[in-house]
């Protein structure tokens, strides 16, 4: 073989600086996003005065905090485990789902505004797209 097979050879088998930046861009979304939704499902399921408020303000019962919540903690759990991009996706899929029945909660039903829903959503939407 000669030099310029080799050269190329090794050239493409490392990874670029845009490859890197953007596994290192992609995981930061995902671990900032895993621990907010573990955080926020945590607190629902321990049942914390506001959640509870809230979720006696949304008249659904106190079950369907209980059921956001473990759907939060599956979700953000989801979104850190490595080397598993189906599962990866899945979660982020679940998590956009779930930011949408709450960006229409909080206008719908609580009349307040969907920011942070819709911010997280999106960000669980382009860990989906990425992790194709």
């Given amino acids: 073989m000669n030099t310029f097979a080799l050269r190329s050879t090794a050239r493409t088998a490392s990874p670029t600086r845009s490859g890197r930046a953007r596994t290192v861009g992609i995981w930061v979304v995902r671990i900032g996003l895993g621990a907010q939704f573990v955080m926020g499902g945590a607190a ?44 990866t996706r899945l979660a982020a899929a679940g998590l956009v789902a779930l930011m949408v029945g709450a960006a229409i909660t909080n206008v719908g039903v609580l009349g307040t505004a969907p920011t942070l829903p819709l911010v997280f959503g999106a960000l669980a939407g382009a860990v989906a797209l990425v992790r194709r």
Avoid: H, S
């Fill in 44 to 87: 629902k399921l321990a049942g914390d005065a506001q959640m509870v408020a809230m979720f006696d303000d949304i008249g659904a019962g106190q079950w369907f905090r209980l059921l956001v919540g473990i759907l939060e903690v599956a979700g953000g759990i989801g979104l850190l485990v490595p080397r598993r991009p189906r599962l």
